[in-house]
């Protein structure tokens, strides 16, 4: 009974429902030993579950998922029992008597990709699901789920294979009599397959965004007031505020929800001439979070005076954003300079303070900029460095096989290779029925 598993399906401790699940040859005959035989597939029955004594551990709901109309493709069961923890072990405790094995972390949806249910997109997507934060990280997984990264390697996958199929027809037959113009049609599919292709590594960026969070960094000089707006945005104490310039040291990282959005929001040291050894390294930890943020916040003191508005400006890039804080204070000459230093840049500019409400300037900028950045008609179906980075693979070979259009046999593997790297994608490795497909819509053969 080793190959049927069994785990807790829902969060351990207290809870009014917890949820047990089967998968496994086993499982019709467990559910008999349990106390839940004789169920209608897919229907929820009430039962009495029992250990191998026969004595009662729960009262609950059981169905019965017969495969391969189920999650994994195989036998699954689910049993509905009280949340209670002595309940949940008691049970576990009986499966386990009969020989079914605690799962191993995912090993449902492996054993889902394993039987074809899912493909391997769609895996990662059920993991992105039960992470998600913010409405937007589930709207993309569920889009992922739905199969939208699957849909469209299958389409590319459909197109390379008509692509070599001239190919090999070029290679293989060479003085038949081949239509004459499948020597010179590849080229054509090919290129919109690399617009295709980098539109889609493009779109990765995006999709990173919305699965990690966007990175919101907040750069300025010490004492600028960075740690206020910090915790304003997240309406809590996180930071420490202190009038002793340098107060922050380490980078503090914080998530917030805006817009339905996952924001990963970093408060860090002020940049200026470390004093000592613990500074210089905060400003290091500060500008390399800077650099790798997909947006920065800068911080300048609106009532500063001398040069301490410049601290920072190098990291900033065109499409950042100036904040001009403390405008409860009159403003200064650094107001002047640093204005013009972002219209230089091309920065959208605010005015914030620490007074109630002081700081909803930003909240609503970034509030309307990062659904401008992340949002769009479709959330991407890139969302991970795993697929940049196949996909970035199956470029490089459709961009070598257009560099050889005199020589079939080498954009044919070419070719080939990108079908591959492709295919990792969704987990679809096999190139057999490429063959397949050539005679096919050849005739070519006999
Ligand atoms: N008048 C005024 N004072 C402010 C405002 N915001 C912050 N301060 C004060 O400015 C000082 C520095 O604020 P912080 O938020 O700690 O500044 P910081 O940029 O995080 O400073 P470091 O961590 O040292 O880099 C504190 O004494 C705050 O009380 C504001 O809007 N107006
Ligand atoms: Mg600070």
Not at 310 to 323: C, F, K, N, T
């Amino acid at each position: 009974m080793n190959n049927t598993i069994f785990a807790l399906a829902t969060a351990p401790g207290r809870a009014a429902v917890a949820v047990l699940r089967l998968s496994g040859p086993e499982v019709r005959e467990a559910l008999r030993q349990v106390g839940a035989g004789g169920l209608k597939p897919r229907r929820a029955s009430l039962r009495t579950f029992v250990d191998a004594d026969g004595e009662a551990l729960d009262r609950g709901l059981a169905i019965w998922f017969p495969g391969p109309a189920s999650y994994t493709g195989e036998d699954c069961a689910e049993l509905h029992v009280h949340g209670g923890v002595g309940v949940v072990d008691g049970v576990s405790d009986a499966l386990r008597a009969l020989g079914l094995r605690l799962a191993e972390p995912g090993e449902f949806t492996r054993r889902a990709v394993q039987n074809g249910k899912l493909d391997l997109g769609q895996a990662e997507a059920v993991g992105d699901l039960i992470d998600a934060e913010s409405r937007a990280q589930s709207r993309q997984a569920i889009s992922q789920l739905n199969g939208a990264l699957g849909d469209r390697h299958q389409a590319w996958r459909g197109q390379l294979i008509a692509i070599l199929a001239d190919l090999e027809a070029a290679v293989d037959f060479p003085d038949e009599e081949l239509p004459l113009d499948v020597m010179n049609r590849s080229p054509v599919p090919l290129e919109r397959l690399l617009r295709d292709l980098e539109t889609a590594i493009e779109e990765g960026v995006r999709g990173l965004q919305v699965r990690q969070g966007y990175r919101v960094g907040l750069v300025g000089a010490p004492n600028a007031g960075k740690s206020t707006l910090f915790n304003a945005l997240l309406n809590r104490d996180a930071a420490i505020v202190a009038t002793v310039a340098g107060t922050t040291r380490d980078t503090l990282e914080a998530s917030l929800d805006l817009e339905g959005y996952k924001v990963l929001l970093c408060d860090m040291a002020g940049l200026g001439n470390p004093g000592d050894v613990i500074e210089a390294e905060g400003m290091r930890r500060a500008k390399a979070w800077a650099e790798l943020a997909d947006l920065r916040v800068w911080v300048v003191d609106h009532a500063g005076t001398g040069d301490e508005w410049r601290s920072g400006l190098d990291l900033i890039q065109a499409g950042d954003l100036l904040v001009l804080h403390k405008s409860d204070r009159p403003g200064s000459g650094a107001e002047r300079v640093a204005t013009e230093a972002a219209e230089r840049l091309g920065l959208s500019k605010v005015y914030t303070n620490h007074l109630p409400g002081g700081s909803d300037t930003l909240r609503k900028w970034l509030s309307s900029r990062i659904p401008d950045d992340l949002g769009g008609s479709d959330f991407p179906a890139t969302t991970r460095a795993r697929h940049v980075l196949q996909l970035t693979q199956a470029r490089e070979h459709v961009e070598r096989a257009l560099k050889a259009p005199a020589q079939p046999e080498l954009a044919a593997e070419d070719v080939r290779l990108a079908m591959r790297a492709l295919a990792q994608v969704t987990g679809a490795i096999g190139v057999d029925d490429v063959l397949d497909r050539v005679f096919a819509t050849f005739c070519i053969g006999k």
